[in-house]
């Protein structure tokens, strides 16, 4: 169900009754055919003459157009708008109107919506593994949009997401839904949220301030509807469950609806649960953390982008011969159901801890996701005292008797690709992969960065040799240490590699 006001659909109906095939508009743009309709008005296929392509145009309802002030705004969001440039989000090019019409004119996917893509199957349902690489493309894509972008969705579903002709996965919408919903809003006199109401969080139902976390939650709503062929709640008085109801598992509900087989990996079952709670706070707190969750790549191989808000300006851009440091919390998820509604502020003081201890030697912050860091050091000395310093401050601080944090890290030196902003390269993957490996409170390096740190390491701080090791998605085995800090422990299980863990992996 959209919440949106029937006058839109009037005005939809009209326009869809004025234009033809082969008209000619705005002195530019040839129409095709009717790609789709909605509260918001009739998209329509055209041949955009002047730069001789084909786009999507997006026509809006008359009475958007009657009032100047909305018009401005539309102008501002659409120049806005230009800014998205992301390979998985559909590009707006343009807001043109005359006296008579406006649209927006925007990139055209030939293709077809994850909605549509899910009714086409045989049990009208996808299994999970049949979603992993637009799950990774669509995470990656909000990701973008909320941190490098500072855009808010805030109507994500199975029909703004295209899956084009290569098979990639393209986010509509993405920087004017917020617009044309509110101006819509305004000027019908409509008080109810805009957006579309399975797919709603709470806080938004509620008129709440717009944040990315909302996007999170519609981002569970959709998965969920995607691998049970329904949203979370989708009868009866369903606003009020959203407030109050806790979603059946999406195995119960396959059961339910007797889709076969009825198990949903355990790990999508509780990723999509998190995205779904009540609390924001205990949402994942960004789209790649839902990717990292779902054990994705959000991103191609080797490739990590260069945001954060908050690292120092004092430190230069490592380029060159880099170490590359990852860590993140083990266990987080069952961290953060052990100590509730502590979970954001325990967060934040280990964030402050790292980033204090990075900074301290010369760490340049890459980025800071949920609960992991990424940082990059011009030296492997200064990489290695950084954690030590960082898992010395850990263990020393007083953290709730519960909480348990432990933080595992991974450093390798190696080139430092930069493409279009981002670090790319087979060493960056290789440096997430050796910090995988670690346990909590655990720092593994490669011997790569052992070599170049040489004996500049911290006092009476060793590396114990632990042999070499085949680690995911890497084509060589690794051979890897462990540094041995004073006072802190130092026996550990054997390391996460493809030797120690059981798993499915073809053999490399």
């Known amino acids: ?32 055919k009717i790609l789709g309709r909605g509260g918001m008005g009739v998209v329509w296929l055209a041949r955009d003459e002047e730069l001789e392509r084909e786009v999507a145009l997006k026509f809006l309802p008359d009475l958007m157009l009657q009032d100047r002030a909305n018009v401005d705004d539309l102008k501002r969001e659409t120049r806005r708008s230009l800014e998205l440039t992301h390979p998985h989000i559909v590009r707006i090019h343009d807001f043109v109107h005359d006296e008579r019409y406006g649209c927006i004119s925007m990139e055209y996917v030939d293709g077809e919506t994850l909605a549509s893509l899910r009714c086409l199957k045989e049990q009208k349902v996808f299994e999970a593994n049949e979603l992993t690489t637009w799950i990774g493309q669509l995470c990656d894509a ?22 084009n002709q290569r098979g990639d996965l393209k986010v509509a ?7 044309l919903a509110e ?10 949220p805009r957006g579309t109401l399975a797919y709603m969080s709470p806080q938004q139902l509620d008129g709440e301030r717009a944040t990315h976390l909302d996007d999170i939650y519609s981002l569970g709503a959709t998965i969920y509807e995607l691998l049970t062929g329904k949203p979370p709640f989708y009868s009866g008085n369903v606003d009020r469950q959203i407030h109050e109801r806790t979603a059946p598992s999406m195995t119960e509900r396959r059961k339910d609806l007797n889709i076969e087989p009825a198990f949903v990996p355990v790990v999508w079952e509780e990723t999509i649960a998190a995205c779904l709670a009540k609390d924001p706070t205990r949402r994942p707190q960004s789209a790649s953390e839902v990717a990292r969750r779902l054990q ?32 993140d919390i083990e266990g ?63 263990a020393a601080h ?26 790319t390269g087979l060493d960056v993957h290789r440096a997430a992969r050796i910090g995988a490996a670690a346990h909590g409170g655990q720092v593994l390096i490669s011997e790569a960065a052992k070599i170049l740190a040489g004996n500049r390491v911290p006092e009476n701080v060793t590396m114990r040799d632990l042999v070499e090791h085949r680690l995911k998605d890497l084509p060589q085995r690794e051979h890897l240490f462990q540094l041995i800090i004073p006072a802190l422990r130092t026996d550990f299980p054997p390391i996460r590699s493809l030797e ?5 992996l073809p053999a490399q």
Request: aromatic content about 8%; proline content about 4%; some cysteine.
């Open 142 to 163: 909000l990701d973008y949009a909320h941190n490098r972008a500072r855009v808010i969705h805030r109507d994500l579903k199975p029909s703004n997401l295209m899956v």
């Open 398 to 423: 007083d953290w709730p008797d519960d909480s348990g944090l432990l933080v595992r890290m991974g450093l390798h030196t190696g080139e430092a690709g930069c493409t279009g902003g981002n670090y």
């Open 183 to 192: 101006s819509l809003r305004l000027l019908t006199g409509e008080h109810s």
């Open 1 to 32: 169900m959209d919440v949106t006001d029937q006058r839109s659909g009037d005005v939809a109906d009209a326009t869809l009754r004025e234009f033809r095939s082969g008209q000619k508009l705005f002195g530019r743009y040839t129409l095709v």
């Open 500 to 504: 120690n863990r059981p798993n499915n």
């Open 296 to 327: 994705l790549s959000s991103a191609p191989p080797g490739t990590v982008s260069l945001v954060s808000a908050k690292r120092s300006d004092k430190v230069e851009f490592p380029t060159g011969t880099v170490t590359f440091l990852f860590t």
């Open 173 to 179: 919408d993405l920087g004017i839904a917020r617009t």
């Open 332 to 394: 987080s998820t069952l961290l953060l159901n052990r100590v509730g509604d502590r979970y954001p502020e325990i967060l934040s003081e280990h964030q402050k801890i790292l980033r204090g201890a990075f900074a301290k030697y010369n760490g340049y912050e890459v980025g800071t996701e949920g609960d992991s860091f990424f940082v990059t050091f011009a030296r492997a000395a200064d990489a290695i005292a950084g954690a030590v310093s960082a898992q010395k401050e850990l």
